[in-house]
């Protein structure tokens, strides 16, 4: 059952915040209002009316809904132009999101470059419940951070940088285990090669660990079936019953990487 609304709304700001990743405020009271961290809606970029692109939301606040991005293609050009009072046509609340155990304190996160598109709106969420934040935040260079001062103000941050530009020199995988034992549940999102680097390693041993899958995605609703991969327990929709999946659900060595 899809609960997600159709909504055209307004942009109220539209800033880039790092080099080829903006920040986009839109209002959406709708949407916000039903919102949970870890879903995304589906946008519509200018005149590509058949494929709207599935984007995280990555801040909630008083009706209105934020989404970081990286532009890269036609679509999220198109996404990064577009200026204060224009109006973007988008659906969602879409997907299942992350869930936090009412018995864990502490929740580490980790965020692989864009992933931490999702894990704001997680850290902000969790903050707000009393939960204490580690956040593991990789990213390839200094100029790739995303914003201390865009971060929650009550959550402790380690940074990693491929180079060592800024923060630990390295890869937040290699970090990861000195973060375990104080974990009692962990988040993450990144790229498909970060997971799998875990799940090669055995990193997470055997602690309870949520992830967001990308996949390429279609109708982004359950319509299309574009965004199946194989789980333990049969063929699941990223789109549906994702993007959300626990890590040890997921049968890594047949997910395509994109
Ligand atoms: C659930 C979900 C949440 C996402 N959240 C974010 C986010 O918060 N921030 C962000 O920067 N990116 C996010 N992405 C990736 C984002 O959707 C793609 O980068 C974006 O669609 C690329 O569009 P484009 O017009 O720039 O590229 P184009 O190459 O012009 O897109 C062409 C087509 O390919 C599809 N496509 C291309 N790359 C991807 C991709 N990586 N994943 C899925 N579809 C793709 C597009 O939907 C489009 O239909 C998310 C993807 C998914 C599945
Ligand atoms: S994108 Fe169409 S079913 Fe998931």
Redesign the pocket.
């Known amino acids: 059952m899809i609960n997600a609304k159709h909504s055209i709304c307004n942009v109220i700001s539209n800033k880039e915040i790092m080099p080829g990743?903006f920040l986009t405020w839109i209002e959406a009271p709708d949407i916000a209002a039903s919102a949970k961290p870890g879903q995304?809606i589906m946008m519509q970029?200018g005149d590509?009316t058949l494929?709207?692109?599935?984007?995280?939301?990555?801040r909630v606040d008083a009706g209105n809904l934020a989404?970081?991005?990286?532009?890269?293609?036609?679509?999220?050009?198109?996404?990064s132009k577009q200026k204060e009072q224009a109006l973007i046509d988008i659906l969602g609340p879409?997907?299942n999101g992350y869930s936090i155990r009412h018995d864990a304190e502490n929740l580490l996160l980790i965020a692989g470059g864009?992933g931490i598109?999702?894990l704001m709106f997680l850290a902000e969420s969790a903050t707000s419940k009393g939960k204490n934040i580690t956040l593991l935040l990789g990213a390839q260079k200094a100029e790739m951070v995303f914003p201390a001062n865009l971060l929650p103000v009550d959550i402790k941050s380690i940074v990693t940088t491929d180079d060592g530009s800024m923060g630990i020199k390295g890869r937040t995988t290699d970090i990861l285990l000195d973060y375990l034992d104080e974990a009692d549940q962990i988040f993450a999102c990144g790229p498909t090669p970060m997971y799998r680097t875990i799940y090669k390693n055995n990193l997470l041993k055997n602690k309870p660990c949520q992830i967001?899958?990308?996949?390429?995605?279609?109708c982004?609703m359950g319509a299309c079936y574009g965004?199946t991969i194989k789980a333990r327990q049969g063929l699941k929709q990223?789109?549906h019953d994702?993007?959300v999946f626990d890590f040890d659900d997921v049968i890594w060595d047949e997910l395509v990487d994109?």
Do not use: N
Request: charge should be positive; glycine fraction near 12%.
């Open positions: 990743v995304f970029c590509d494929l709207r692109r599935p984007i995280s939301i990555h989404v970081l991005y990286a532009k890269l293609g036609r679509g999220t050009q198109w996404l879409l997907g864009m598109a999702p967001s899958l990308e996949v390429r995605m279609a982004g965004c990223v789109c994702g993007p994109i």
